[in-house]
């Protein structure tokens, strides 16, 4: 199986190496709705840490140093898009902030190219404080949701729904944050795209706060024949069929009609007539954050060049492990992965997974 495995990041190398970026360029995807300013802070030890926020308290507050600490860009939709741009593609965000929130969307947009000229301003910046703890980089996030709580179908312009019928790829994210407008926007988002033949791709993120609205989610928008491609992770699927396996992935495929590509921290998986499997990459973890998005821009990449599923999921796995592993949390360009996919060792695929049976 290992050889196999090489065999695809080889042929990988050569489809990335081939690409004119001319062409890659006339590749458009439209992410909607969810932007937050992202606010890092490192813990290296959960008991230490919760140990010196009791004793700052019981002293009525103070300072804790000595504390890493990062602000980036978040939000699925965002962050898939600024992905996206690196690689090479034209990505277009679509949502809604404050102006300040716009000012600072624009400074993370200008070193990758993502288009945010269909940015409403009116509304209020979403934010997330994000603690990842310990040498996992396990994230606990605390987030103001901000404008990202009511964007709809109806929140989107004329000129937003001619950019959607002119891309190739339309991605509805962050549904699990989206409490007012979330199944609204995806239910008729992908009804307008297919009316174009455009592809359409959903990753709710975490559903927690919405676990009760899961069965009409699932409905109206899983179930649905307007959704070609659904991403999950395992705390997604987990929330979506109760258990956080493969074998509820196959499960969950049979009743939709939609292609479920499910990532985990040990491989990823295409999950459609067949299922493919193919390991992550063997790198050092520095941040957790954000994996998932980066994930989903390496497998939007792989669809629209039309890759083999094995080739597919290697793209995604590359782009999510060289953004995990870089200590400037940076997205890859194609020339980055190149040289990253030649260079990383894959992991070992988990037992489990030979015994699937599709």
Same mark, same amino acid.
């Not at 969810?34 to 030890?45: A, G």
């Not at 600490?69 to 965000?93: C, M």
């Not at 929140?155 to 699990?176: A, F, K, M, Y």
């Given at each position: 199986m290992k050889t196999v495995h090489e065999d695809v990041k080889r042929e990988l190398t050569q489809i990335l190496?081939?690409?004119?970026?001319?062409?890659?360029?006339?590749?458009?995807?439209?992410?909607?709705?969810?932007? #937050?300013?992202?606010?890092?802070?490192?813990?290296?030890?959960?008991?230490?840490?919760? $140990?010196?926020?009791?004793?700052? #308290?019981?002293?009525?507050? $103070?300072? *804790?140093?000595?504390?890493?600490?990062?602000?980036?860009?978040?939000?699925?939709?965002?962050?898939?898009?600024?992905? @996206?741009?690196?690689?090479? @593609?034209?990505?277009?965000?679509?949502?809604?902030?404050?102006?300040? $929130?716009?000012?600072?969307?624009?400074?993370?947009?200008?070193?990758?190219?993502?288009?945010?000229?269909?940015?409403?301003?009116?509304?209020?910046?979403?934010?997330?404080?994000?603690?990842?703890?310990?040498?996992?980089?396990?994230?606990?996030?605390?987030?103001?949701? $901000?404008?990202? #709580?009511?964007?709809?179908?109806?929140?989107?312009?004329?000129?937003?729904?001619?950019? *959607?019928?002119?891309?190739?790829?339309?991605?509805?994210?962050?549904?699990?944050?989206?409490?007012?407008?979330?199944t609204d926007l995806a239910v008729k988002t992908f009804e307008y795209a297919k009316q174009y033949n455009v592809k359409t791709y959903f990753d709710s993120a975490d559903p927690s706060p919405r676990v009760h609205e899961l069965p009409e989610l699932f409905e109206r928008v899983i179930a649905n024949k307007n959704l070609d491609m659904m991403s999950m992770n395992q705390n997604e699927l987990g929330k979506h069929t109760g258990g956080a396996t493969i074998e509820r992935a196959i499960a969950l495929k049979r009743r939709v009609s939609s292609r479920i590509d499910y990532h985990t921290p040990r491989y990823a998986a295409s999950i459609d007539n067949n299922v493919t499997f193919f390991p992550v990459f063997d790198v050092e973890l520095h941040r957790s954050t954000g994996a998932g998005d980066a994930w989903n821009a390496g497998n939007i990449f792989g669809e629209l060049l039309g890759v083999t599923p094995a080739s597919r999921l290697c793209l995604a796995n590359a782009v999510a492990g060289y953004y995990v592993s870089s200590k400037r949390a940076v997205h890859p360009t194609v020339d980055d992965l190149i040289a990253f996919v030649k260079a990383e060792q894959l992991r070992a695929l988990p037992p489990e997974v030979g015994n699937v049976n599709s």
């Open positions: 190496s081939g690409l004119d970026p001319r062409e890659t360029k006339k590749l458009h995807v439209v992410c909607t709705p969810s932007f #937050y300013l992202d606010h890092f802070v490192e813990v290296d030890d959960l008991s230490t840490f919760c $140990g010196q926020l009791r004793t700052k #308290y019981a002293g009525r507050g $103070g300072n *804790i140093p000595g504390f890493v600490q990062n602000v980036l860009s978040g939000g699925g939709a965002v962050n898939t898009a600024i992905a @996206l741009s690196r690689l090479g @593609l034209s990505s277009h965000f679509i949502g809604r902030t404050s102006e300040f $929130g716009h000012h600072v969307l624009k400074f993370f947009a200008e070193n990758s190219g993502m288009d945010v000229s269909h940015v409403k301003t009116d509304g209020r910046l979403g934010q997330t404080l994000a603690i990842e703890i310990g040498e996992r980089k396990v994230n606990v996030m605390l987030n103001d949701v $901000g404008s990202n #709580y009511d964007f709809a179908f109806d929140s989107l312009r004329d000129t937003d729904l001619e950019l *959607i019928e002119s891309s190739q790829l339309v991605t509805v994210h962050d549904w699990g944050t989206n409490v007012v407008g979330g």
